[in-house]
Structures are given as C-alpha cells and as structure tokens.
C-alpha cells in the first residue's frame, strides 16, 4: 500500500462509506420509511450516471431503461404516508449521491486495480470507523458509550460479526459483478423479506406494494437474461 494509492483511492472511500452512513441515519429523523426508501430505490440510476460521466461504462440505453424500471417499481411500492421534509430530502439525497460513488469507487479498485475484496476492505473499513467516532461526539454526545454497558457484549458482538460478514459479501459480490448489481441485489433482497414477512408473519401489504415489486422482479428478470453486470 503505496501512500499515492491510500491517498487517492483508500481514503476517499473511507469518507464516502462514513458520509453514507452518517447521512442516510440522519434523515430518519426527518423522513418517513416509505419515502426514505423511495429515495434509496434510485441508487443504481446515480451509479448508472457516476459509470457514464467519468466513462467507467460504455453507455447502455437498454441497461438503462431496466435499471429504471426496477428503481421506479421499488419507488412505487414503497410510495405512502409521505412526510416531506427539505432538509431529510437534502440529506437522503446525499447519502445516495455517497453510496453510488463508494460503490463505483470500490468497483474500481477491485477491478481496475486488481486488489482483493478482503484487503481493500482491511484498509478502508478502519478509516470509514475513524471518521464516524470522530464525528460521534459532536452528533449523539457520549450516551452511545453508556449505553454499551446495558447492551451486553452478546448483543454487541453479534451485530458487529453480522456487519462484518455483510461488508465481507458485499466487496465479494462487487468484486464478482459491479456495485450495480449489489444494488440490484438488495432490491431481491427486499422483495424476498416483504414475500416471507406475508406468508409466515401474516404482515398485511396492499395491492400497490404487489403491483410495485411485481414491475421490480420483472426488471430483474431482464437484467439477468440480458446478461447485463
């Protein structure tokens, strides 16, 4: 690890991955779930335009229009009790804006320069936790640290090991296909937690939710037998 390479590829993702998550948990206290998630749902589109602006992509009108279908179907199933706020919007916006980038970022450096998913993130993860203690007490003070007493380690650790093996797939995932595809991903994700919370949980959804995901899993189905990545 040269000090060129940590300056210009490790650190900034370091600060995008901290920014991320700072700003996309900051606007759930001022946006709604539903319109939160609208505004994620548009995450492959702005990693689609990040990919064409700096010419990381050949531009794709049909991956395109299926990377849209997709997004507006999770935008519309997740459309409801819409709470707007300009300054949550604001803040989701740029958690997308820093999401999209980190992952094209990431996408680079396992692609373009050949490091390894576990390596790179040994280096980037360290910084991404530098930067949030950092900025942790000017945001919540110390009452996290309190706290972690009433936890308990089981419950701490458990999590942390999660995180990891979740950050551990994702680069393994980005590393086999794109950040676009980890997008992607999560939108299967989600239609598979919202089918089995309705046939196990008996969890009520509406028929704009069905209609939503159905246009979603269509877009997916596309984008696996167009044989985009």
């Known amino acids: 690890m040269t000090k060129e390479m940590f300056t210009k590829s490790i650190l900034p993702i370091g600060l995008l991955f901290s920014g991320s998550l700072i700003l996309s948990n900051t606007a759930y206290l001022y946006l709604s779930v539903s319109y939160i998630q609208m505004l994620k749902a548009f995450t492959p589109v702005?990693?689609?335009?990040?990919?064409?602006?700096?010419?990381?992509?050949?531009?794709n009108k049909k991956l395109a229009v299926i990377v849209v279908m997709i997004s507006s179907g999770v935008a519309l199933a997740s459309q409801?009790?819409?709470?707007?706020?300009?300054?949550?919007?604001?803040?989701?916006?740029?958690a997308v804006a820093f999401e999209a980038s980190r992952l094209v970022m990431i996408q680079v450096l396992l692609?373009?320069?050949?490091?390894?998913?576990?390596?790179?993130?040994?280096?980037?993860?360290?910084?991404?936790?530098?930067?949030?203690?950092?900025?942790?007490?000017?945001?919540?003070?110390?009452?996290?640290?309190?706290?972690?007493?009433?936890?308990?380690?089981?419950?701490?650790?458990?999590?942390?090991?999660?995180?990891?093996?979740?950050?551990v797939a994702a680069v393994f995932l980005v590393c086999a296909g794109s950040g676009l595809v980890l997008t992607l991903a999560g939108v299967f994700k989600d239609i598979l937690l919202i089918?089995?919370?309705?046939?196990?949980?008996?969890?009520?959804?509406?028929?704009?939710?069905?209609?939503?995901?159905?246009i979603a899993l269509a877009g997916l189905v596309l984008f696996k037998t167009s044989g985009s990545k």
């Not at 702005?46 to 531009?59: G, K, M, S, V």
């Not at 089918?195 to 159905?214: A, D, H, K, N, R």
């Open 46 to 59: 702005a990693i689609l335009l990040i990919q064409w602006t700096f010419r990381l992509e050949d531009p």
């Open 80 to 94: 409801g009790e819409l709470r707007f706020n300009l300054i949550g919007f604001i803040t989701q916006a740029a």
């Open 111 to 167: 692609h373009n320069l050949k490091m390894d998913p576990l390596v790179s993130l040994h280096y980037y993860a360290p910084v991404c936790a530098a930067i949030n203690l950092f900025f942790l007490p000017f945001t919540e003070g110390l009452a996290p640290f309190y706290n972690l007493f009433k936890l308990g380690p089981a419950i701490l650790l458990s999590n942390a090991a999660v995180a990891f093996l979740l950050n």
């Open 195 to 214: 089918t089995g919370s309705v046939l196990i949980f008996g969890s009520p959804i509406t028929p704009l939710q069905v209609f939503g995901y159905s």
